[in-house]
């Protein structure tokens, strides 16, 4: 997928003047929140569990080599094959050539986030491939030919009367407004599509090192229908995703659903092994993993080492208060609000995404809720400042502030343009109190008013107020 | 010229600031595979049974209990005469040997796509959430956990288990390794994709119901 992270203020504004996108997102918002809240208070277990999966994920950091080879080992003695892929473009090789390979002409696919970063569909579909998308959202959305807005509800943005269009237009007539007939309707086109898949792509949530697996959740069962119908499977998933054992993988299992859906658990957790046995009913004939590398060894190395726990559950958007108003196309590519602002800047650079960290006031609610305790506001502030020091900051942005550092590292002077200011302010506020005005921030007071300080700075207050007491 | 697998490899080792690592850490996190650490499991002192149940049904999943494994098909034919299906079944191998209707057509191979009912053994259930655990194998194939609109899922109570990690325990207990697919099924297919509505049957099943056998 094209990155458009650079036109991140333009979109914003539009998106805020988006009259569907903003009623889609106040009925998105509290939902998660508030379904979020009530799991949560009903496992006491719940901070400790996050604590442990943590600590789980660091350790898996440190021997990621390790646990990987014996991933690798796992797969093959189950009859699977494992693919190398540094980046997105060699990723997008190897499933053309193993599509390329079985012959295949239509391929089916569960919802994929790493899918969405290698930009596979538009190659497939270049290749001369019919795509499927099967989860609901995602196949809402690539009717309307977009990208997803939500890493979990990838239409999330997009209101019932909109998906009533895109249907009529897609399936045709009667239009269907009710959401069971629209369920109903993507339930029946997609039905033969899984049949006849040659290729059945999906994510995978875990990779299990004891047993060589892949593991998915979903709630409506069309990652299980593509990857059991289909002729051939190939699972795409980050080199992070490794866990050691079924048991590890259960602790994180169990903070994922509680914080991206708010469910005590997914309708569906489905652990793979391999291809079909011969004696077996159902199943694939051929099992392949895509392990993708693309930047993420490069954040193992460096302060971002962080980001790698990620467990891709949208907690940290949904409580996102610039996400909720503006939804996650404004960012750009693939990856949303906070984890996204992290995320994008790392693995497309620096310079591509300029705004997404500094689209953020900083108020600590997504580190709060993020099950593995990433804390993304410090990595934001630390982009921020990587920024800078690569002179990616706008000039006059880098000038303002080294002018504060000037001042700030100097208290004297500091205090003495304080006082100038506060005095200044309070001469221009006049008897209202307030600035309608402000030369300079015309910005900030086009939307409302400044209130205007009283004359004295607070440290001359309180140097008084102590000094009477 | 290197591999991707070398290069990436390489890095990660890179990124730790070390060589590959020696061999006595390796035979402690291979230890650690062959042993799974214990993590933190949520406690409750409910009855296994009852607490399966009530999870299941709170996620829309309906359940029947049987005195005993002849009874298992009466109460699929009470079950489907209640939503009026069409006398006819995909019967996991596992059940074959029960006493099935005469007049009902099953046959016991993957669920084909005009299959609207199956019925299944499940290797065991998990109590925490209310789950059922079932193996793909020809007794009870992978596809009739998906295709069908009615999952009928076949449970003994003696195989409901507390935790995750005890029914991974039963599973490493087999012969045989892994099956190719472990299915782990709460309820019956649901979507919230639109406007966050939960709608029930998305792609798979529309129902799910449990037999019970004490
Ligand atoms: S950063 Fe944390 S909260 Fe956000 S998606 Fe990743 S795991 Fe979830």
């Not at chain 1, 208070?41 to 943590?54: I, N, T, Y």
């Not at chain 2, 035979?27 to 933190?40: F, M, S």
Request: charged share 25%.
């Amino acid at each position: 997928m094209d990155i458009r992270s650079h036109e991140f203020q333009p979109r914003a504004v539009a998106a805020l003047h988006d009259t569907s996108l903003q009623q889609a997102m106040d009925k998105a918002r509290d939902g998660f929140v508030a379904k979020r809240a009530v799991q949560v208070a009903e496992l006491s277990e719940f901070e400790a569990l996050r604590e442990a999966a943590k600590t789980l994920k660091d350790h898996v950091l440190d021997h990621l080599d390790h646990y990987l080879e014996r991933y690798e080992a796992a797969v093959v003695a189950a009859g699977g094959q494992v693919h190398w892929a540094r980046d997105d473009a060699e990723a997008r090789r190897i499933i053309l050539d193993i599509c390329k390979r079985v012959d295949a002409r239509t391929v089916t696919k569960g919802k994929s986030m790493v899918s969405e970063e290698i930009g596979l569909n538009t190659a497939l579909i270049d290749a001369g491939l019919t795509v499927v998308e099967t989860d609901l959202g995602e196949y809402i959305i690539q009717l309307a030919g977009e990208a997803p807005s939500h890493i979990i509800a990838p239409a999330v943005h997009k209101t019932r009367e909109q998906v009533s269009d895109l249907f009529e237009k897609a399936h045709g007539g009667p239009r269907l407004t009710e959401i069971a007939d629209l369920v109903d309707a993507a339930r029946l086109a997609l039905r033969e599509r899984y049949f006849q898949a040659d290729v059945g792509i999906t994510g995978g949530n875990f990779l299990i090192a004891e047993t060589g697996s892949s593991l998915i959740v979903t709630n409506e069962g069309n990652g299980d229908l593509t990857q059991t119908l289909a002729r051939v499977h190939i699972v795409t998933a980050g080199i992070e995703r490794v866990v050691p054992t079924l048991d590890d993988a259960t602790l994180f299992l169990r903070l994922l659903a509680r914080s991206a859906t708010g469910q005590e658990t997914e309708t569906y957790t489905t652990i793979s092994t391999g291809p079909k046995p011969a004696d077996d009913l159902d199943g694939p004939e051929e099992y392949h993993v895509v392990l993708v590398d693309n930047g993420r060894s490069r954040m193992l190395a460096g302060p971002f080492r962080e980001m790698l726990r990620c467990i891709r559950c949208g907690a940290c958007m949904n409580h996102c208060p610039v996400y909720g108003a503006i939804g996650g196309h404004a960012y750009g590519w693939v990856y949303p609000g906070p984890m996204g602002s992290v995320l994008t800047p790392l693995i497309k650079g620096l310079d591509a995404a300029y705004d997404l960290p500094n689209a953020c006031t900083l108020n600590g609610r997504c580190a709060s809720v993020c099950p593995v305790k990433i804390p993304l506001p410090d990595l934001l502030r630390r982009l921020r400042h990587e920024q800078f020091k690569q002179s990616i900051t706008p000039r006059r942005k880098r000038y303002a502030l080294g002018a504060w550092r000037l001042l700030a590292t100097r208290p004297k002077l500091y205090h003495a343009l304080e006082r100038l200011a506060a005095r200044a302010l309070a001469a221009i506020g006049g008897h209202a109190g307030r600035i309608r005005r402000l030369p300079g921030a015309r910005g900030w007071t086009e939307a409302r008013d400044l209130p205007a300080p009283q004359g004295r700075t607070f440290l001359e207050r309180w140097q008084t107020e102590r000094g009477q007491s | 010229m290197s591999t991707a697998r070398e290069d990436i490899l390489d890095a990660v080792r890179r990124a730790a600031g070390r060589e590959p690592l020696d061999s006595a850490t390796r035979a402690t996190l291979d230890a650690r595979i062959a042993k799974p650490v214990r993590h933190l499991r949520p406690a409750f002192d409910e009855d296994l049974i009852a607490r399966f149940i009530r999870k299941l049904e709170s996620r829309s999943g309906t359940v029947a209990r049987v005195a005993g494994r002849a009874q298992i098909p009466a109460a699929v034919e009470t079950f489907r005469s209640a939503h009026s299906l069409a006398p006819r079944a995909a019967v996991g191998a596992g059940l074959k040997d029960l006493d099935w209707p005469a007049d009902w057509i099953i046959h016991h191979q993957r669920a084909g796509i005009e299959e609207t009912l199956s019925v299944s053994p499940a290797f065991a259930a998990i109590a925490e959430t209310g789950t059922l655990m079932l193996l793909a194998s020809p007794e009870s194939p992978t596809t009739h956990n998906f295709v069908p609109d009615n999952q009928v899922v076949v449970l003994e109570t003696a195989r409901i288990l507390r935790h995750f990690e005890d029914a991974w325990a039963a599973l490493r207990e087999r012969t045989g390794g892994m099956p190719r697919a472990v299915n782990l099924v709460s309820g019956p297919s649901r979507t919230a994709d639109i406007e966050q509505t939960i709608q029930l049957g998305a792609h798979g099943p529309r129902r799910l119901h449990v037999v019970l056998v004490d």
